[in-house]
């Protein structure tokens, strides 16, 4: 119910196809472009004490995102950084590509609310989709709201939305240059007009609605200058009626004595139950629930403790259907009653298997599970007592996504993607167990010129760890082919197969794109993830190095052409993985990395991962953070090409990370290659991004990609 939450932005991303696939690899002839960083001040000042451990910190004062030293900093790095990207002769020509494969109609899956269905649409070049609704799958789309008309950059989003039960009101939340902090407005869909309300301070929240109002997380308003990196704590959850302004809104939940716990909730489809989630971190959430017939009625608690997942799908009366962990590793749904909701009573409906099962919608008279089999997508139909019915039959090797239906509806909706497919919507009639294709995209890219293979190769433990690899058909495997690797490996997050605009261009131009599902990921459940956080984090860097070992035994590419790329928790494996082995990697890309191990959880909600990672305050956590925390594992070598990309209204991950990061690596760099860092300015942790700042950043992404690893670029 509540992990989403911390979740990366997934980016929608296409390719064409040309079918040369017997071609020969050829490079550029590849010139060095001289680089000369700007000057950065060190205070060998700042030195702390870890449990008698002195650890130097001599770029702490790039922490302040609002000191003129720190602004003019960042504007020398981007001019250094942009004049480095001009000199690539190729860089117009791939940002042309991006643009003209870009260019076509994406789709939401809908979701039905009063018989009518909602859907996102994105024209092509739209910096942001546009919501529609439609009386029937048959009719016209009507506008219903246009978040082009927000900004004029297009960097103030849409991130949420949610209707009223009754299909008259629109809540939406507005975020302004990505950032993770929100503004609740609604929309009165019966007349058409925007109403004066006005909800702010929210943050890692959802909109639920009951009857007039919502129920919705937001923390006290942070000083000015703490907006953007400031620690998020005091969580609370309030309702907001629907006409009247947030200061009447009345507080639902707060806890004063845990400062750093978060509350998400949710209402059951009927609005009779309001579930409340806890979480002190990622993982590991108290759940209570609420009836919401009963005039002042208590929580009553499913569980107090943190040790396990427990998410409420809906309810059936006073039954309510609970995805969890509990005794589980890969998770089996059950059914709680209301009245009796302690464990001792819980019934099992569907029992764990040996593949995770990874999400539960209760359609028409159905329980629909998605299963994670060998990191790909499974679908099975259950009644609802959980008797096995059937499978739903799929185009390939994939991942299937957004299943929406009702409970009382016969119809289900799904996406498909692989990384060879474009994503494609699905309607499907429950009670004759068919399914059409209701959307599919027209872009000129032949699925059957490329093909995934999914090898399993064995990590310095012994471990065996999956990895797809994607490319043309009857590409020759020369040893020269380049080759972009992604992996992310934590907090419970599956990375399964989907189509990348970006990562295909790679393949069109007789590359490799390749995804290793390592330790620390929810692929294989529980035990999976729990292999790869605090003190077992090193499997993960472990799996990555393994998995590139393995493209280069296996004859795809060499280390003069291999990249790796991640975000977020991925730029952490990134840096971690070229600071551990700089020799193996010609070009490394960490996005929007946690960089320094010892400080994060002193910003925005940086606590909450503590969970995977640990805390540096702790002497036995600070032991291992210390040992592969990227910052502070910077020395004197030849890094690989390396391009940090961050955002300046990033309040996920601050920037400081990348900004110290950058002036370490600039500082200790041995070798030729260049260290750069890319500052995009209104824009946060990925979210809400516009589609003109997607290409222009990923333009630049892939070019550095291809002119450090020789490659050549059709």
Known sequence: MYRFILALAVILTLARCQNNSQEESVSVNYQPIPVQYPETRKDTTVIDDYFGTKVADPYRWLEDDHAPEVKEWVKRQNEVTFAYLAKIPFRDRVRERLKELWNYAKYSTPIKVANKYYFLKNDGLQNQAVLYGQNSLDDAPQLILDPNKFSEDGTVAMSDFAFSRDGR?????????????????????????????????????????????????????????????????????????????????????????????????????????????????????????????????????????????????????????????????????????????????WQEVIPEAKDVLKSVVLAGDKIIGHYLHNASSLVKFFDRNGHYQSALSLPGIGTVSALSGKKDDPELFYSFTSFTHPTTIYHMDLAKGKSEVFKKPEINFDPDAYVTKQFFYKSKDGTRVPVFVTHKKGMKLDGKRPTLLYGYGGFNISILPAFSLVRSLIMENDGVYAVANIRGGGEFGQKWHLAGTKANKQNVFDDFIAAAEFLIKSGYTNPDKLGIEGGSNGGLLVGACMTQRPDLFKVA??????????????????????????????????????????????????????????????????????????????????????????????????????????????????????????????
């Open 589 to 714: 890309i960490p996005r929007v990395g946690v960089l320094d191990m010892l400080r994060y959880q002193y910003f925005t909600i940086g606590r909450a991962w503590a969970y995977d990672y640990g805390l540096s305050e702790n002497k036995a956590d600070f032991a291992y953070l210390y040992k592969y925390s990227p910052l502070h594992n910077v020395r004197d070598a030849k890094y690989p090409a390396t391009l940090i990309m961050t955002g300046d209204h990033d309040d996920r991950v601050v920037p400081a990370h990348s900004f110290k990061f950058a002036a370490a690596l600039q500082e200790h760099q041995k070798g030729d290659n260049p260290i750069l860092i890319r500052i995009e300015t209104s824009a946060g942790h990925g979210a809400g991004k516009p589609t003109s700042k997607l290409i222009d950043e990923n333009a630049d992404m892939l070019s550095f990609f291809f002119y450090n690893t020789n490659s050549h670029v059709k």
């Open 169 to 345: 009101y629109l809540a939406y939340q507005v975020s302004e240059g990505g950032s993770d902090w929100n503004t609740i407005l609604v929309k009165d869909l019966q007349t058409g007009r925007t109403l004066p309300d006005s909800v702010r301070w929210v943050k890692f929240s959802s909109i639920a609605w009951f009857r007039d109002g919502f129920f919705y997380s937001r923390y006290p308003e942070p000083a000015k200058e703490d907006v953007l990196k400031g620690k998020n704590q005091f969580h609370q959850v309030y309702f907001h009626k629907v006409n009247t302004p947030q200061a009447e809104d009345r507080l639902i939940y707060a806890d004063r004595s845990h400062p750093d716990y978060n509350f998400y909730c949710m209402t059951t489809e009927d609005e009779h139950y309001l579930a409340l989630a806890v979480a002190q971190s990622t993982s590991g959430n108290a759940l209570y629930i609420k009836d919401l017939m009963k005039e002042d009625a208590d929580f009553v608690p499913v569980t107090e403790s943190f040790e396990a997942d427990l998410s409420v799908v809906d309810n059936a009366g006073d039954e309510l259907y609970i995805l969890t962990n509990a005794d589980a590793p890969n998770q089996r749904l059950i059914r709680v009653s209301a009245t009796a909701p302690q464990k001792k009573y």
